[in-house]
T-cell receptor, first 111, second 111 residues
């Protein structure tokens, strides 16, 4: 069964903390994605990786970085969390756009 | 990826056909039109895609205009379970493609 997992469903962090969101896929997909979803703003792409150690900025990369050291794992890093990064974060992976699978999401609250 | 424009919301009576429009006037010759839907806070699920010909599968039909500047997703007999946010995307079909979603159309199926 196809699976994308995320390290936490809910996370509460303080302003200024460094935050790691982990995503793992077991489908040997080349492409992995991090999105955030906010009411009224839709689903926005933060970063995209098409291979190990390769990354490409999405529409809203500011305040975030990513790491892909292994094919199955894609990490999103908030270097210094801020309250405007409170959001639902969704990880996804695919071979091609018609085979995109999403994780369950991490609801991050920054206080 | 070509920019797409969708109405923010639509209503449809249960049992009737739901016709969801999408404009993609800057689509390039090799870009496909993809449709996804997102139910509650789950990640979007792929529905259908096409290049220039109309397409049909067990979930929906996709009608693409001859000039390819717009398309319509048709759910032939909408049910309450079809209440969701629907996203239209224009992108290339191969690997290594960014997939960006935007705001989508919130479809409310009314009993």
């Amino acid at each position: 069964d196809v699976k994308v997992t995320q390290s936490s469903r809910y996370l509460v962090k303080r302003t200024g903390e460094k935050v790691f969101l982990e995503c793992v896929q077991d489908m040997d997909h080349e492409n992995m994605f991090w999105y955030r979803q906010d009411p009224g703003l839709g689903l926005r792409l933060i970063y995209f990786s098409y291979d190990v150690k390769m990354k490409e900025k999405g529409d809203i990369p500011e305040g975030y970085s990513v790491s892909r050291e292994k094919k199955e794992r894609f990490s999103l890093i908030l270097e210094s969390a801020s309250t405007n990064q409170t959001s639902m974060y969704l990880c996804a992976s695919n071979f091609t756009p018609d085979e995109q699978y999403f994780g369950p999401g991490t609801r991050l609250t920054v206080t | 990826d070509a920019k797409t424009t969708q109405p923010p919301s639509m209503d449809c009576a249960e049992g009737r056909a739901a016709n969801l429009p999408c404009n993609h006037s800057t689509i390039s010759g090799n870009e496909y039109v993809y449709w996804y839907r997102q139910i509650h806070s789950q990640g979007p699920q792929y529905i259908i895609h096409g290049l220039k010909n109309n397409e049909t599968n067990e979930m929906a039909s996709l009608i693409i205009t001859e000039d390819r500047k717009s398309s319509t997703l048709i759910l032939p007999h909408a049910t309450l379970r079809d209440t969701a946010v629907y996203y239209c995307i224009a992108t290339f079909s191969g690997g290594y493609q960014k997939v960006t979603f935007g705001i989508g159309t919130k479809l409310q199926v009314i009993p």
